[in-house]
């Protein structure tokens, strides 16, 4: 074995050759699939063997100016060896090859635990071609990238197993990029043409997840056993001392505190809110994640701990209470999605609780969760539920409650003055309301007041009140007074002015002209305005938008306005709804739509006449 590992050392840099560059390579000429590309990754040749070591060789073109952004190089490693790049250019009608001098070759901290290599290849010319290999001694990684931000025009990627470990091999299913596999008992080998590149879009937690990728995961023996099965990864967990062991501690520590906490309250559901915000409170989040807990007593008495520690303890007190309550593993957004059964993938554990045939997800750590809201990051894909028993669920991480916004706005026109004033009361509950309190997470109203003034050229904000800011049970409410100066237009003695003053959008957020991933919109949300206009004294009304109603198909989102006269006083509702956290690529065209004529209801006007 150590006699082969040799010879594919010594034999890679040869096996992985690449035809000599000609003169009629280095032309700029656009690529003949990818014809707006600026760069394309020409050839992409990866060795892998497993545990030991990584080899890579790459060659690039720069097509246009827009290429350039192209020329650095960022290698995720900073001990690695036999580095050779170069740049090929055209001079005197040859072929130049010119190597990467150590000044334009660097080691970036990126944070406390890790470093990059950085390849800076100098006097890039649209047609050049930049080369580079390198290898990476004594590595184990869990996915191989076959997707980059620029097309790939060939790829091969060899996996060879040399441990005594069983490796699972899978590509990315929510990738488009996918590459033929020839198998054996001794290697993978994965080769692709004309792969597209992977485009960042808005609304998009993640890109990574879609991304074309080879995972790598060693597959688990349990007494001989291999934990192939989500009912095997569910046993497992239920073994490790941090984990399912940890949590048959009776908490003696905390056991006299739970009774006082939760004192002569008998409604189940109200005792388990009870210990929820006691954790929540009394227990400090470090602002790491973990997936279970060392020591459930430590985090008591310390009062700190890192997501798992405090969610353990959460479930400790919550069972001792004599309610049902177990650990729910998930991978956070930025860890990527769980796609197959895993034991190393989750990143995070968090408390299910399940009261009268109903499902609370909970998580102590965020300070301004209401009982039953997660934190955003955390709802990625679907969680794991683990119960003492070793018998496992599914459970979706997203929210299908909708988050309400509805403010109520009473206005007065001051013609001399082309401005408006008036009231706004406003009501916010679940994610809006918790979005309000962990912007102004030092709860002070001058906080609110300054951004909105900030946001709104030309608007006064006055006696500001907040309701309920830190009653993380009820809904906020929020009103203040306000004057608009410069709101309003006036052209030959009729008055112009917008339908929703301020509240309005400026902006289509859906810019893209086609989408291939699907929309995060956050959290499901219900937005709703109604602005009363006082028509001033000597004015009429000669001009207002027609009433409409836009429903996306399959209900994924609405949106409404009408305008009505009733006496001296015209009023605007707007309704917008998105109903759904998550909404599928195909039914970008119609959201675009929808807020295309929310945009244009925004800039539209309302006209006045002097009578």
């Known amino acids: ?68 952004n192209y020329a650095t190089e960022q290698i995720p490693f900073s001990d690695i060896e036999n580095l050779k790049a170069y740049i090929y250019s055209v001079g005197n009608g040859k072929v130049i090859k010119t190597p990467l001098s150590k000044k334009d070759i660097f080691i970036e901290k990126v944070d406390k635990d890790s470093k990059i290599t950085k390849l800076v290849f100098p006097n890039v010319k649209k047609g050049s071609i930049l080369e580079f290999s390198y290898k990476v ?39 488009s990029a996918h590459l033929n596999l020839n198998s054996s008992l001794s290697q993978q080998i994965y080769t692709g043409k004309n792969i597209e590149e992977l485009k960042d879009e808005d ?29 095997d990864i569910a046993m497992r967990y239920n073994l490790f001392s941090w984990f399912g062991e940890e949590l048959k501690k009776s908490g003696s520590v905390y056991k006299k505190n739970l009774k006082k906490i939760i004192a002569k309250e008998t409604d189940t559901l109200e005792m388990a809110k009870i210990i929820y915000y006691y954790v929540q409170k009394e227990i400090d989040w470090d602002k790491s994640l973990s997936r279970g807990s060392e020591n459930i007593r430590k985090t008591y008495v310390d009062k700190k701990g890192d997501t798992g520690d405090l969610n353990f303890l959460l479930i400790s007190m919550i069972r001792n209470a004599g309610i049902e309550a177990n650990p729910v593993l998930l991978s956070s957004r930025s860890n ?56 496992y669920r599914f459970v979706s991480l997203y929210t299908s409650n909708m988050s309400k916004k509805i403010a ?10 082309e401005s408006i004033s008036g009231s706004v009361k ?47 049970e009820r809904p906020i409410s929020l009103s203040y007074n306000f004057e608009y100066s410069d709101f309003i237009e006036i052209i030959h003695d009729d008055i112009y002015f917008k339908p929703m003053l301020y509240f309005g959008i400026s902006n289509n957020r859906f810019t893209e002209e086609h989408r291939r991933y699907p929309i995060n ?23 207002m938008p027609k009433g409409r109603k836009i429903i996306l198909e399959n209900n994924y989102g609405s949106f409404e306005y009408n305008v009505q006269k009733t006496n001296n006083t015209i009023q605007v509702t707007v309704t917008l709804n998105i109903r759904n956290m998550v909404i599928p690529a195909e039914y970008y065209k119609g959201l675009k739509e929808m807020f295309s004529e929310y945009l244009l209801f925004s800039e539209s006007r309302i006209v006045l006449s002097k009578i």
């Open 1 to 68: 074995m150590l006699f082969l590992f040799i010879v594919c050392s010594n034999l890679f840099g040869q096996y992985i050759k690449y035809r000599d560059v000609t003169v009629n390579d280095l032309s700029p000429v656009a690529d003949k699939v990818f014809k707006d590309a600026p760069a394309v990754v020409m050839n992409r040749d990866i060795h892998f063997i497993y545990g030991r070591v990584l080899y890579v060789k790459e060659r690039k073109k720069i097509i246009n100016k827009d290429g350039f």
């Open 137 to 175: 001694d004594y590595i184990i990684t869990s996915s191989i990238f076959t997707q980059s931000s620029i097309p790939i025009k060939k790829i091969k990627v060899t996996i060879e197993n040399s441990s005594q470990r069983e490796l699972k091999f899978s590509q990315n299913p929510l990738s």
């Open 203 to 231: 609304y998009v937690y993640n890109i990574d997840n879609y991304r074309g990728k080879i995972y790598i995961e060693k597959v688990y023996l349990y007494k001989n056993d291999r934990l192939k099965t989500w009912g």
């Open 336 to 391: 990527g999605m769980i796609l197959s059964p895993t034991i190393s993938k989750f990143n995070a554990a968090i408390t299910a609780v399940e009261i009268n045939d109903a499902l609370y997800l909970l998580d102590p750590s965020r300070k301004y969760a209401a009982f039953g809201e997660l934190n955003t990051n955390l709802m990625n894909g679907d969680g794991f539920i683990v119960y003492k028993d070793g018998s």
């Open 408 to 417: 109520l706005v009473n206005t007065e026109f001051d013609v001399e003055n």
């Open 426 to 472: 406003m009501r916010l509950n679940n994610y809006q309301a918790w979005d309000y309190r962990y912007d102004f997470d030092d709860l002070k109203e001058e906080d609110y007041v300054f951004n909105l003034e900030r946001r709104v050229n030309l608007l006064e904000v006055s006696n500001f009140k907040g309701e309920n800011v830190k009653d993380l």
């Open 521 to 543: 919109t956050g959290y499901p949300e219900h937005n709703k305005y109604i602005v009363n206009f006082k028509i001033p004294e000597g004015y009429k009304l000669i001009n």
